[in-house]
């Protein structure tokens, strides 16, 4: 590793990494004996070893629902359970998976500037900062609706851009996502795989991510870190990103290397983002560090990775106002994507936003939340057993699959394109004089999807 590299000591960032490196990772201690289980581990993040038994009986859990979860799930310790395990709408929050997608649009503004800019290194800052923008979002302990095949999501013209995402497979459970405006294309081909280990969860963001800036053709190929969500089950959930991002300049070779801090003993560390902006040489020409859940800054620095002289730290992102004590910690941002107020005209009516187990749950109507959940979970299920017997394939309406097959750190991803077919639909509902639909009276239906006119 290069001697400028901010995990390896040398460098603006050696003191900062090597006192985090000696306090290691938040610390775990098992609660069997404790509370009478076997193998679990409970972490505080504000804490330390000490007090993983009053952790442990802290959470949203009742006691009789989190040891009948618990029994349940033992068996599943070690494996993927993206969409093997039903799971219960108490963990759930009444946003979809293709909606957590667009999240990401939020601060777009970034990509406008990266566009705009003629220095191909701040190109870089400001579509890093994008980049890491959308983790305050994803740190939330809500699971989100997993979407039905066929599910799409749209959002229309918010601040210049259009998002629409769609579930392209369910086993393997695949979305594919494009947005656009007039600075950049977006366009994202996810399939999450998870690895249960008890009271926590591995999630690997098995994905490609594109992002093309428009003025110059420029290409930026994004890999996220993975994402660890303890306590799951005992002690109150919490959410940490270590690891490395690293954003490439596809047609360039420029590229950022941002090492995600994991949480330490009483929090430290826990947030922390730092690392630099290289050329194609490797050479370190902008320092980064911030908050993931605050903001981001950087400086310009010489090949040692020190701050150039007569330069300073600028701030680059900051988290926008959010909401004080919301139910699910959602953003301002958030709560547009769940209501009609981003939705285009003539809304499809397989979109996130008519899925009547989401709005009940919105409503606070759990027990009516969790039977439509069953019902479309088991209507899916007749679903694919009727095209099994009449020997069909589902085909997604707006995303093609290629054949080109990307590695990944955790895997290898089968890519899905944005086929233009939406663009066309989009204009066309667009320019219809027909505004009698109120998006609200729309059934929610992805099962016929592939019938809709475009």
């Known amino acids: ?92 929050e009444p946003m979809t998976m293709l909606q957590k997608m667009a999240e990401l649009m939020e601060y777009s503004h970034l990509l406008d500037m990266a566009d705009q800019t003629e220095d191909p290194y701040m190109r870089m800052v400001y579509a890093s900062s994008w980049a890491i923008s959308v983790y305050y979002a994803f740190q939330r302990t809500w699971k989100p609706f997993n979407p039905i095949l066929g599910e799409t999501y749209e959002m229309a013209n918010y601040n210049g851009v ?45 994905g490609r991510t594109r992002v093309t800036l428009k003025r110059d ?85 010489d090949g040692e990775g020190e701050p150039l002289p007569g330069t300073e730290l600028k701030e680059v992102w900051k988290l926008a106002d959010v909401p004080k004590d919301d139910k699910y910690q959602y953003t301002h941002f958030a709560h547009k994507i769940n209501s009609f107020d981003t939705a285009p005209k003539k809304l499809l009516p397989s979109d996130s936003r008519l899925r009547p187990d989401r709005y009940a749950l919105e409503m606070g109507d759990m027990s009516k939340s969790g039977y439509e959940k ?21 085909t997604p309406k707006w995303f093609d699959i290629t054949e080109e097959v990307t590695p990944t750190p955790w895997g290898d991803l089968e890519v899905y394109q944005f086929n233009g077919k939406y663009s066309e639909h989009r204009e066309a509902a667009d320019s219809s004089e027909d505004n009698t639909d109120d998006p609200k009276s729309i059934t929610f239906n992805p099962w016929q999807f592939q019938d809709l006119s475009t």
Not at 3 to 20: T, Y
Not at 172 to 189: I, K, Q, R, V
Not at 274 to 280: E, K, L, M, R
Request: with cysteine; net charge negative.
């Open 374 to 394: 069953s019902s479309m979970e088991e209507r899916q299920r007749a679903e694919k057993r009727t095209r099994e017997e009449k020997g069909q394939s589902f």
């Open 162 to 206: 259009n998002f629409i995402s769609e579930q392209v497979s369910h086993h393997p459970p695949m979305s594919a996502g494009h947005a656009e405006n007039e600075h950049f294309t977006y366009d994202c081909t996810s399939k999450l795989k998870t690895k249960f280990l008890g009271n926590s969860i591995d999630v690997y963001p098995v």
């Open 1 to 92: 590793m290069a001697p400028n590299d901010p995990k390896n000591g040398g460098g603006f960032f050696a003191s900062l990494a090597s006192s985090i490196s000696n306090l290691g990772s938040a610390m775990t201690k098992s609660v069997n004996g404790l509370v009478g289980y076997e193998g679990l581990e409970v972490i505080n993040p504000e804490g330390s070893t000490e007090d993983a038994a009053e952790e442990a009986n802290r959470g949203r859990w009742k006691q009789e629902d989190r040891d009948g979860y618990w029994k349940m799930m033992q068996k599943y310790i070690g494996s993927d359970v993206t969409s093997m395990v039903t799971l219960p709408v108490i963990i759930f």
């Open 217 to 301: 053709g420029v290409v930026l190929d994004l890999v996220p870190p993975l994402t660890k969500v303890h306590n799951l089950i005992f002690g109150r959930t919490w959410v940490d990103s270590p690891g490395e991002m690293i954003m490439t300049n596809l047609t360039t070779g420029d590229k950022v290397v941002l090492y995600f801090q994991p949480c330490g003993w009483f929090g430290s560390g826990r947030y922390e983002v730092d690392g630099y902006v290289y050329n194609a040489s490797e050479e370190p020409k902008i320092l980064m560090t911030g908050k993931w859940n605050e903001s981001m800054s950087y400086q310009q620095c």
